[in-house]
């Protein structure tokens, strides 16, 4: 089984910065890809960025591409996901999901390929 816990969400106005933390425990989390997901009031979660079990692969939503950064620190069971010039429309809750890494090749971006996920944090941006 492997456990996730968000943290760092928050309020903050447009044109601000947030930086989440998804903890990782359970089992070897350097081989799990994960990925960042988030989902608004009434509307379908959708996915926001996925880094490999190495690091060496990213990938992120059109939407946020140029503004957020996802990192991974093995050695700290962790994952991250910087967020800067924030606009109101990136309000929703924020997860975090993990996946066994089938191969160097796939990084999935379908929250249905994901098996593990934390709780989610609230991040709200005031206009």
């Known amino acids: 089984q492997v456990q996730l816990v968000e943290s760092g969400g928050g309020l903050v106005q447009a044109g601000g910065s947030l930086s989440l933390s998804c903890a990782v425990s359970?089992?070897?989390?350097?081989?799990?890809?994960v990925g960042w997901f988030r989902q608004a009031p009434g509307k379908e979660r959708e996915f926001v960025a996925a880094i490999n079990f190495n690091g060496g692969r990213t990938a992120y939503a059109d939407s946020v591409k140029g503004r957020f950064t996802i990192s991974r620190d093995n050695a700290k069971n962790t994952i991250y996901l910087q967020m800067n010039s924030l606009k109101p429309e990136d309000t929703a809750v924020y997860s975090c999901?993990?996946?066994?890494?089938?191969?160097?090749?796939?990084?999935?971006?379908?929250?249905?390929?994901?098996?593990?996920w934390g709780q989610g944090t609230q991040v709200t941006v005031s206009s």
């Open positions: 359970g089992r070897p989390f350097s081989n799990y890809d």
């Open positions: 999901a993990a996946r066994f890494s089938a191969s160097i090749y796939i990084l999935s971006i379908r929250p249905q390929d994901y098996n593990y």
